[in-house]
């Protein structure tokens, strides 16, 4: 089993500001997902990056692959209150769906 | 509505007690998936399925079983629940993108 860091556990920042959540192993992983959660709610994902060194904009997010397929970041540019909320990144094996979760990162954004 | 549907979203039982947590997507995906959500833990996979009638384990398969006799419903059940598996427990389907439904709380007392 791949064992996933996410960094920082917990994020408490006000709107307006940049903001970085990292996720690391010590494995490679044949693929990587970022999902957001929602109180009440399931994941919803955000983004798969598959290739080493990719990068994928997602409006005011941006994912980054590291090179050695290794570790991820999720880069968020002047957070909103609507950003707030939990987020995990998993990786997958062989099996997309067989996914390996971090503890996860819990972003609060203040107005 | 197409989607994924989790019954009953809030559960309290007591500890020695059978409980079926219930699975149902619209969408005809192959595969599904059951996970739980602790504190310090993320998601955990406990058991997923592949198709009809096809099963196997996950990280944290001990003390639940599945079944899969149609495409559509996967249920999880706790034969004798404990206090352990007080949880947030999330079924999941789809392969390359998975799509989560809502969560059953479960709490054991």
């Known amino acids: 089993t791949q064992l996933l860091e996410q960094s920082p556990q917990f994020l408490s920042i006000q709107e307006g500001e940049n903001l970085t959540v990292y996720c690391n192993s010590s494995?490679?992983?044949?693929?990587l997902q970022w999902y957001r959660q929602e109180p009440g709610e399931g994941p919803v994902l955000l983004v798969t990056v598959v290739t080493g060194g990719e990068v994928k904009k997602l409006k005011r997010l941006t994912f980054q692959f590291g090179d050695a397929r290794k570790d991820s970041s999720l880069h968020i540019t002047a957070a909103q209150t609507g950003d707030t909320g939990l987020y995990l990144c998993a990786a997958g094996g062989t099996s997309y769906g067989k996914l390996t979760f971090g503890q996860g990162t819990i972003l609060t954004v203040h107005p | 509505d197409a989607g994924i549907t989790q019954s009953p979203r809030y559960k309290i039982t007591e500890t020695g007690r059978q409980v079926t947590l219930m699975c149902h997507q619209t969408w005809s995906h192959s595969y599904m998936f059951w996970y739980r959500q602790d504190l310090g833990h993320g998601l955990r996979l406990i058991y997923y399925?592949?198709?009809?009638?096809?099963?196997d384990k996950g990280e944290v398969p001990d003390g639940y079983v599945v079944s899969r006799s149609k495409t559509e419903n996967f249920p999880l059940t706790l034969e004798s629940a404990t206090r352990s598996q007080t949880s947030v427990y999330f079924c999941?389907?789809?392969?390359?993108?998975?799509?989560f439904g809502s969560g059953t709380q479960l709490s054991v007392l």
């Open positions: 399925s592949a198709a009809a009638d096809i099963t």
């Open positions: 494995s490679v992983f044949s693929s």
């Open positions: 999941a389907s789809g392969y390359e993108k998975l799509f």
